[in-house]
């Protein structure tokens, strides 16, 4: 988990609330990654980014969208039109080279 | 399209025997292979990877992984079980081309005393 850091760890959201999920490195990787894990589940992207100011659209990123303005930062906004966000919410990051991918902690979102 | 397959949903093994989950993965050309491990709440955690070169890879916490191209695996190893080796286990891809990482559906590891 070392340089990578997601706030908060557990985030309570009511149904039509938009909640916004942190993720900072500080291991001056140039891409960054956005993962829902579900129970018993594996990892399912929601959205990268490979350099500053451009990202991408992953395999379920209805319901979601992501800002990078900044290298270290790549926060994840879980909006109103997601339908079932309770889950586990992953951040990663990596060189651009892609040799590995490091993971923060997660955060672990439920929607009462 | 890039896959990756972890076929046991769970594997049990008795403590100080040698364990092996699978992996094997549909990627095009030579692609980037790695295992992560992950306990209860918590990020996964890096254990080893193979880029090129020897096939069999070693990692952390004694664990190892044999990359095998022509049945396209990369199978994790370790010699003897411990209790605290139990875990979700992750097998993952990356196209050397391209920087998406591609991950199996995880292996709950559970070693007995």
């Known amino acids: 988990d070392g340089g990578i850091t997601q706030s908060p760890k557990y985030l309570f959201r009511k149904e039509g609330q938009n909640v916004t999920l942190s993720c900072e490195q500080n291991l001056n990787h140039d891409a960054m990654y956005w993962y829902r894990q579900d129970p018993g589940q594996g990892l399912r992207l929601i959205y990268y980014s490979q350099i500053v100011n451009d990202f991408q659209k992953g395999d379920i990123a209805e319901g979601y969208s992501v800002s990078r303005e900044k290298k270290e930062s790549f926060p994840l906004t879980v909006t109103s039109a997601q339908k079932n966000p309770t889950a586990f919410y992953l951040c990663?990051?990596?060189?651009?080279?892609?040799?590995?991918?490091?993971f923060g902690p997660g955060t672990r979102l439920t929607v009462l | 399209a890039q896959s990756v397959a972890q076929p046991e949903d769970q594997v049990n093994v008795a403590e100080g025997n040698p364990l092996t989950v699978k992996c094997t993965y549909s990627?095009?050309?030579?692609?980037?292979l790695f295992w992560y491990v992950q306990y209860p709440n918590r990020g996964l955690q890096f254990l080893l990877k193979?880029?090129?070169?020897?096939?069999l890879v070693k990692g952390s916490y004694g664990f190892e992984a044999e990359f095998n191209k022509s049945q396209t695996s990369f199978h994790l190893k370790k010699p003897s079980a411990l209790v605290s080796d139990s875990a979700l286990y992750f097998c993952?891809?990356?196209?050397?081309?391209?920087?998406?990482?591609?991950f199996g559906s995880g292996t709950k590891l559970n070693v007995k005393p």
């Open positions: 990663a990051s990596s060189t651009y080279q892609g040799d590995t991918q490091y």
């Open positions: 193979y880029i090129t070169g020897d096939n």
């Open positions: 993952a891809v990356r196209p050397y081309n391209f920087n998406k990482f591609y």
């Open positions: 990627v095009s050309g030579n692609p980037y």
